[in-house]
């Protein structure tokens, strides 16, 4: 049971090269979250997709999209990387939203030179 | 604005002893808490939660108090192994009224050393 996949693992990306991030989860969950983390900010919420065929944004979307694909697999999209991008990735799903955790992948480093 | 804050960036602790991991909330609407355990190059995982309903909840070696009033939590961990070291993350989820749609507020995270 792999639980949440993220690929890749790691990347580095020139200024305005353009990326998409994968994730895959297992588990049937309903709702999924991309979240991002930098040193000494903890993990800010990007995009979520709180059922399939629906996709909103967080607290910092600003240079991101989405695409929820399928009730598997919600993808976050750099159009134009820009260095302050650099961080690392984490996916999430959970299967309902009340009283339950949600599940990570284990992150994309991204490196935005 | 910093709506969960973990005033800590560190803590060192002696094998064998208690671990007290803080964690303070501005936001009111908060009625889910849960408290992750991260590991170099891996994903959060989930360690404990309390809804606001309870003032304690304990699992093993680890229990998490709420105090609702002064919009504080903690982790205890008793006894401490150095398995424990990792990076502690408080989050916090306003689901009354169903409109959350299960978004987490994280804390900056506490690096946890237990020492043998």
């Known amino acids: 049971n792999a639980g949440v996949t993220q690929t890749p693992k790691f990347q580095v990306l020139k200024t305005g090269q353009s990326m998409t991030l994968q994730c895959a989860q297992d588990?049937?969950?309903?709702?999924m979250y991309w979240y991002r983390q930098d040193p000494g900010m903890g993990l800010r919420l990007i995009y979520y997709?709180?059922?399939?065929?629906?996709?909103d944004k967080g607290e910092v979307p600003n240079g991101y999209n989405v695409s929820r694909l399928n009730k598997r697999e919600f993808s976050l999209r750099l159009e134009s990387a820009a260095p302050s991008q650099t961080s690392v990735y984490f996916c999430?799903?959970?299967?309902?939203?009340?009283?339950?955790?949600?599940?990570f992948g284990d992150g994309t480093r991204l490196s935005i030179l | 604005d910093q709506q969960v804050k973990q005033n800590s960036p560190s803590l060192s602790v002696q094998e064998g002893r208690i671990s007290i991991l803080n964690c303070d909330y501005t936001?009111?609407?908060?009625?889910?808490f849960l408290w992750y355990k991260k590991y170099p190059a891996e994903g959060p995982t989930f360690l404990i939660s309390?809804?606001?309903?309870?003032d304690k909840n304990e699992d093993g070696r680890f229990t998490v108090f709420l105090n609702k009033s002064a919009k504080h939590l903690s982790l205890h961990i008793v006894p401490s192994q150095p398995g424990d070291s990792a990076v502690y993350f408080c989050?916090?989820?306003?689901?009354?009224?169903?409109?959350?749609?299960?978004?987490?507020?994280f804390g900056q995270g506490t690096i946890l050393t237990v020492h043998p």
């Open positions: 989050a916090a989820s306003a689901e009354a009224g169903g409109t959350s749609y299960g978004k987490l507020t």
């Open positions: 999430a799903s959970v299967g309902q939203w009340v009283n339950q955790p949600q599940h």
């Open positions: 309390i809804s606001s309903i309870k």
């Open positions: 936001n009111s609407m908060f009625d889910y």
């Open positions: 588990m049937n969950h309903n709702s």
């Open positions: 997709s709180a059922s399939e065929g629906t996709t």
